[in-house]
């Protein structure tokens, strides 16, 4: 592989580019309209415009990315995640043109892209599954039938969903019938699939997940979990790895069953098995991502291994060298996801110029981004200005680092998740390990976190104040030596 196009802008893009400069592989970034001057831009080897600021009308447009890598002889298209990374016919299309996507076959996108079909696909494997039913349901009365069964709780599913979309939570039989039908309108719409099923809720679950690598000859490793219980709406807030509640024995009997589910789908390269734990630490298959995540840096960090490498590395054919039993977890490693967001106002979009914008550094900070100081953050996608990583040797110390990370992140011109981040940090359910899914809505409030500012100004008005009368304190006293 000599040369690669990233489908993809942001901080993945970049991220993605420093890992092939340092296995001497050119680059071509590929950019709308108004990412002309983005600093994944101005970061790789070439670029290409391919078309208007909307993502359908760039980001998004498979044939004409495909057309532009070939112009430029490119041998290998990596899509970041989001946009197409998950797109099966791309991934199809990429490989028809002479291209090595650097994923995942198509098939397996496919596969695990239909939860039914992923079911499917495990169900041989002696995987660890919710209780619930693993075929398509439209008919009320037997969804009634099946609730019963399982008992309530039950959530209903859209079989082409994930990471939340169109879930409906069920209490009772008397809510089913309407329940039923919104779902599948929702999954109509959202998917054009308005096949659903159900499960039984979980619901004060854990969501851990694990990092799956498989080459072609075979081998199939697992880089231990990641911690995903904080998240907002479906928005994950921070990752973590490890995760605190996992016993040595319970994370290899998951990552041998994660392993088992990349077998399943004739799995190759990078992917995520995601799962949940309940309160009695049984852990059950949820869904698996065939994309690298936004969050695989802190499995970075724990592992020692850059995921980016090893993708390309299989992509190219190639046997992974590392050994099972040669991995082990050093350290711990949290990532906050910084979002132009303000977390005192409903996490509406705060959109602007980034007239201030400093990274903190120092020894275990790592900051992947995509933007710079004076800079405009459009409005046309994900609003996450950057991944803030902090690494320590412990888990306290790693949150001791990220929140004096947090406070040496200088940004003004938007609104961010940093102070809501450092809420997180300092909260005592999070600093204790002992906290679930329902976190955010369980511990926060616009008021809590305005009442902390509140304090924190106060106590450094205070210290200020100490400071100054000491100061002067010294001036009145004649120095004796
Ligand atoms: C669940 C669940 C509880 N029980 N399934 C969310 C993302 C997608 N991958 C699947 N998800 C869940 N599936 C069963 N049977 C809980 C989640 C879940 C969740 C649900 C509601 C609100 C927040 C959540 C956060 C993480 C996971």
Known sequence: MKKILIANRGEIAIRVMKT????????????????????????????????????????????????????????????????????????????????????????????????????????????????????????????????????????IKAAAGG????????????????????????????????????????????????QVLADSHGTILHFFERECSIQRRHQKVIEEAPSSILSPELREEMGKAAILVAKSCDYLGAGTVE????????????????????????????????????????????ALQIKQKDLKINGHALELRVYAEDPLNNFLPSVGNLSTYKIPVGKGIRVDDGFEEGMDIPIYYDPMLSKLIAYGETRIEAIQIMIEAINDYKISGAMTTLPFGKFVCEHEAFRSGNFDTHFVKNYYSAEKLKHEIEEEAKLAALIGLNIYLEEQKQLKIPNTN
């Open 20 to 155: 092939a400069k340092k296995m001497g592989i050119k680059t071509v970034a590929v950019y709308s309209e108004v990412d002309r001057n983005a600093p994944h831009v101005r970061f790789a080897d070439e670029s290409v415009c391919i078309g208007e600021a909307p993502s359908n009308k760039s980001y998004l447009l498979g044939g004409k990315i495909i057309e532009e890598a070939k112009k430029l002889n490119v041998d290998g298209i990596h899509p970041g995640y989001g946009f197409l990374s998950e797109n099966a016919s791309f991934a199809e299309e990429v490989e028809k043109s002479g291209l090595i996507f650097i994923g995942p076959k198509s098939k397996s996108i496919q596969m695990m892209g239909d939860k039914l079909a992923a079911k499917e696909a495990v169900k041989n494997y002696n995987i660890p599954m919710v209780p619930g039913i693993d075929k398509a349901v439209t008919d009320p009365i037997e969804a009634s039938k099946i609730a019963r069964q399982i008992g309530f709780p039950i959530l």
């Open 163 to 210: 990471g939340g979309k169109g879930m409906r939570i069920v209490e009772k039989e008397a809510a089913i019938e309407e329940q039923m039908a919104r779902a599948i309108s929702e999954a109509t719409s959202a998917f054009g699939n308005g096949a659903v099923f159900i499960e039984k809720y979980i619901t004060s679950p854990r969501h851990i997940e694990i």
């Open 275 to 318: 799962f949940l734990i309940d309160k009695e630490l049984k852990f059950y298959f949820l869904e698996m991502n065939t994309r690298l995540q936004v969050e695989h840096p802190v499995t970075e960090l724990i592992s020692g291994v850059d995921l980016v490498e090893q993708q390309i590395r299989i992509a190219c054919g190639e």
